[in-house]
């Protein structure tokens, strides 16, 4: 059964930081790509970041592109996103999500989310 638990939000001041983990359990994480979303109060859920099996290839919404990066560490089978320079419009659900955007947007596994507010 796969199983996927996002940690690390929280409230964070506008420019700061924060690194989100998942751990990932029930499938091959080295061999899944990872998918980052994000949804906010009253919004759609979005795109954030996508990682390939070993970290090779990364890309990341245009909202969050050069603040944002993706990483995973597969002898972990933990997912990462370390986020920088937050801003008010960061604020969300963050969500792990295995497979690419496409099919985690449509359905596919993920967690259960972690909280993110960027706020003074």
């Known amino acids: 059964q796969v199983q996927l638990v996002e940690s690390g939000g929280g409230q964070v001041l506008p420019g700061g930081s924060v690194t989100l983990s998942c751990v990932a359990s029930g499938f091959d994480f080295p061999y899944s790509v990872m998918t980052w979303l994000r949804q906010a109060s009253g919004k759609d859920l979005e795109w954030v970041s996508f990682i390939d099996y070993d970290g090779s290839f990364r890309s990341y919404a245009e909202s969050v592109k050069g603040r944002f990066t993706i990483s995973r560490d597969n002898a972990k089978n933990t997912l990462y996103l370390q986020m920088t320079n937050l801003k008010p419009e960061d604020t969300g659900m963050y969500y792990c999500?295995?497979?690419?955007?496409?099919?985690?947007?449509?359905?596919?596994?993920r967690g259960q989310g972690t909280q993110v507010t960027v706020s003074s």
């Open positions: 999500g295995k497979g690419p955007s496409w099919a985690v947007l449509g359905g596919g596994p």
